[in-house]
């Protein structure tokens, strides 16, 4: 035998073991085999016990399955017998049912019969009533109009005769004061009703809105082409705009350089539509309603008037056209000091707003005293063979009278108490005590910002639209585009003061639909009142009534949404950008953002707002006053 390396394994995997140490292996493997076989046939019997038992209560499974089978066949045997059973009742009570709704139907139809004829019956007896009450209600009627009619022509022919009474009595009172030299021509005309208004006869022949080529849309375009072939050059924005203003009957402020046209659109605007403009160049002295309107002399008792105050005479003798009184350079002056009760009155748009002149009971002295002097004239002899007054002086007796009745003084003759109340006469006729603003009356006014002038106040901007001018030189060749090669009207568009009634607003929806209103809403909500500029009702009723007038300006090849983006953008520059007066840096009242940052998110939002705007004007304008704020040490100023 070999001997055993170090580290060699023994056994049969070398197959070097010894015999009997390999029969003893053996050995214990078939003793291990056979133990195995006896564990197996163990199980085999354990699990043939239980197959044994599984295959049993299958048996009493299937056993009792099929029992319940057969008590469930019996069970729906039953029920199909039951269904049948109330089958067979149920035909028979619907026979029984149908036969009873066939009595209960007949007879239910001989009621309605019987029920519908006695109704015809008592109808045809009502319809007799009634046509018989109808005619003796006619008829009745018919003597009470007859009698209504007699009674109004009887009071029509009063009326009638003391209307001519009344005009004969007013013609001759008229005639007495003309003769006595109290009043003068023109005077007697207006008391007699004869004034004639001085309307332009060569607008007579110009067409109206309804005539124009292509309606009421191109308006802004005739009266540009007009305007441009008398050598005036306006965009047609600026004339709509105006326009629209003028239909609003909101307070209008044009701003720019000297020589960019402000006064100028007033005057052409009016002449071409065939109104009137009157210009009144404010002063830097003015600091009351009586640089404005005059006032009232107690010692002349005669009211002492201005060029603004005659503009109101004479539109309130001139309803057919409509006059526009511009205030030139206005901003001289501060404006809430002179022009304040003009402003608050153009609040009001139920009823025409009034200004007071001065005390009611002024004109009541005057007319009592006016009264005497003449009652006096004319007892003591004056009116003799309608004789005047210079047949006064020369009558004894007449001074004599008139002396003792009066009381005239040493120093005081008839004829200077003539000329006395002849001033206050003509006061009088001329200016009434209160002044309605006539309805045909439009407010523009001027401003340029310089050293010597005022900044407009929060007063003015919130009732006040601003447009604001550029030099024509600007926009030369954008009106040439906008003109084309047509031919150039001969005439304006005659639109008479009954086209521009003064209107109240539109009524406030806080859920409105409107576009234009719920933009300025949310801007006022997310941008305006966190960098200070607070808006309110007055503007976004102001801003409906613009849109109102000037959408039908653009309807022209514009869509809703295009008119609704070139109204805002409209609103944008003559309401919101003017009130842009504040210090950039400062925290805006919401406190996370700087007002400069507000204004930068505003522009992005008008931006987004205006892409249907043909022109971005708004825009590219609260662009460049970012631009200036970032070059003044982020200061904001609309007006620099």
């Not at 009493?60 to 089978?69: G, H, T």
């Not at 007495?176 to 030299?181: A, D, G, K, N, S």
């Not at 086209?499 to 949310?522: G, I, K």
């Not at 007055?538 to 309807?555: D, K, M, S, V």
Request: some cysteine; aromatic content about 6%; proline content about 5%.
């Amino acid at each position: 035998m070999n001997e055993r390396k170090p580290g060699h394994k023994s056994g049969a995997a070398t197959g070097t073991l010894p015999p009997e140490q390999r029969r003893q292996d053996l050995q214990k493997r078939i003793t291990d085999l056979e133990n195995h076989e006896k564990e197996l046939k163990a199980s085999v019997a354990v699990i043939a016990t239980d197959a044994a038992a599984k295959r049993k209560e299958l048996k009493e499974i299937e056993a009792d399955a099929q029992a319940k089978r057969r008590e469930h066949e019996n069970a729906l045997a039953q029920i199909k017998a039951d269904i049948e059973a109330e089958r067979a009742s149920a035909s028979l009570i619907r026979e029984q049912e149908t036969e009873r709704h066939r009595l209960e139907l007949a007879t239910m139809r001989t009621s309605h019969d019987n029920a519908l004829q006695q109704a015809e019956t008592q109808f045809e007896a009502e319809r007799a009533l009634a046509s018989l009450i109808r005619k003796q209600e006619t008829e009745r009627l018919r003597h009470e109009l007859a009698e209504i009619r007699t009674s109004h022509d009887e009071s029509l022919r009063g009326l009638a005769n003391q209307s001519k009474q009344l005009t004969d009595s007013v013609r001759n009172q008229a005639d007495r004061l003309f003769e006595l030299h109290f009043i003068t021509k023109e005077q007697r005309a207006t008391l007699l009703g004869l004034h004639q208004s001085d309307a332009a006869t060569q607008t007579s022949d110009w067409p109206t809105l309804t005539d124009l080529h292509g309606g009421y849309p191109q308006l802004a375009s005739h009266l540009q082409r007009y305007l441009y072939r008398k050598q005036i050059i306006y965009p047609r924005a600026v004339l709509a705009t105006f326009h629209a203003l003028m239909l609003t009957s909101d307070f209008v402020i044009l701003s720019g350089l000297s020589g960019s046209g402000k006064t100028m659109l007033v005057k052409s605007y009016a002449q071409a539509t065939g109104n009137v403009a009157h210009i009144i160049p404010v002063k830097p002295n003015w600091t009351s309603a009586e640089d404005l309107i005059g006032y009232y002399n107690p010692l002349q008792c005669s009211y002492l008037t201005t060029p603004f105050l005659d503009a109101l005479l004479t539109a309130q003798q001139d309803p057919q056209r409509l006059h526009i009184i511009c205030l030139d350079e206005m901003n001289l002056a501060r404006i809430e000091y002179y022009f304040a009760d003009f402003l608050s009155a153009l609040e009001e748009r139920d009823e025409p707003p009034t200004i007071a002149l001065y005390a009611d009971e002024e004109a009541g002295h005057v007319h009592a005293e006016f009264k005497l002097l003449v009652d006096s004239l004319m007892d003591a002899g004056a009116d003799t063979e309608r004789q005047g007054l210079d047949a006064v002086p020369k009558n004894r007796e007449i001074l004599a009278t008139l002396k003792d009745r009066l009381g005239f003084d040493d120093g005081e003759s008839v004829l200077n108490t003539h000329a006395r109340l002849r001033r206050m006469v003509a006061g009088l006729l001329k200016v009434p005590s209160r002044l309605p603003i006539p309805t045909n009356v439009r407010f523009v006014g001027t401003v340029n910002m310089d050293a010597t002038t005022h900044y407009l106040s929060p007063k003015v901007l919130d009732r006040a639209h601003v447009i604001q001018f550029q030099s024509p030189l600007s926009y030369w060749q954008r009106v040439i585009k906008e003109i084309g090669d047509g031919p150039l009207p001969e005439t304006g568009v005659c639109i008479p003061a009954t086209e521009f009634p003064r209107e109240p607003y539109p009524p406030f929806a806080p859920h409105t639909t409107d576009a234009v209103s719920q933009a300025l809403m949310q801007w006022a909500d997310r941008y305006l009142e966190p960098m200070g500029i607070e808006i309110g009702l007055r503007l976004i009723r102001q801003a409906a009534a613009f849109r109102q007038h000037l959408g039908p300006l653009l309807e022209a090849g514009n869509s809703n949404e295009a008119c609704d983006a070139l109204v805002l953008n409209q609103l944008i520059k003559q309401k919101l950008l003017p009130r842009f007066s504040f210090d950039g840096k400062q925290p805006s009242r919401r406190g996370d953002l700087t007002v400069a940052a507000l204004v930068s998110r505003f522009q992005e939002d008008v931006a987004e707002r205006l892409k249907a705007a043909p022109a971005g004007d708004a825009k590219d304008e609260l662009r460049g006053l970012i631009k200036r704020a970032e070059a003044n040490d982020g200061i904001f100023n609309y007006w620099s």
